[in-house]
Nanobody, 127 residues
Framework: QLQLVESGGGLVQPGGSLTLSCTAS????????IGWFRRAPGKERDEREG???????????DYAESVKGRFTVFRDKAKNTVYLHMTNLKPEDSATYYCAAEKQSICTLSGWSYDHWGQGTQVTVSS
């Protein structure tokens, strides 16, 4: 069973930073495109916003306009982990963040492309 686990969420003040991790058990993330999505409080499951993604080889990345210049996605193949480093966080970044894997190894911000999802980690940006 392919499982993804997110970690690293928490409470941070505006302007602060967090790094989220997405780890996999039982398989290598190297062959999967990985996306980061978020769902703001009060939003439905199908209202998840694509935040960032990275292709299997790590040669392609993409970001939502709202996070460009502030978020960075990268892989650590030795740790079988994908990270989302978030800086200059704003209250509107508060959400549950999910990572997802898609078997075509591409980078896409469309949630419909992803086959496997983690349970999410909560990020709250507040003073």
């Amino acid at each position: 069973q392919l499982q993804l686990v997110e970690s690293g969420g928490g409470l941070v003040q505006p302007g602060g930073s967090l790094t989220l991790s997405c780890t996999a058990s039982g398989f290598s993330l190297d062959y999967y495109g990985i996306g980061w999505f978020r769902r703001a409080p009060g939003k439905e499951r199908d209202e998840r916003e694509g935040v960032s993604c990275i292709s299997g080889p790590g040669t392609s990345t993409d970001y939502a306009e709202s996070v460009k210049g502030r978020f960075t996605v990268f892989r650590d193949k030795a740790k079988n982990t994908v990270y989302l480093h978030m800086t200059n966080l704003k209250p509107e970044d508060s959400a549950t963040y999910y990572c997802a894997a898609e078997k075509q190894s591409i980078c896409t911000l469309s949630g419909w492309s992803y086959d496997h999802w983690g349970q999410g980690t909560q990020v709250t940006v507040s003073s």
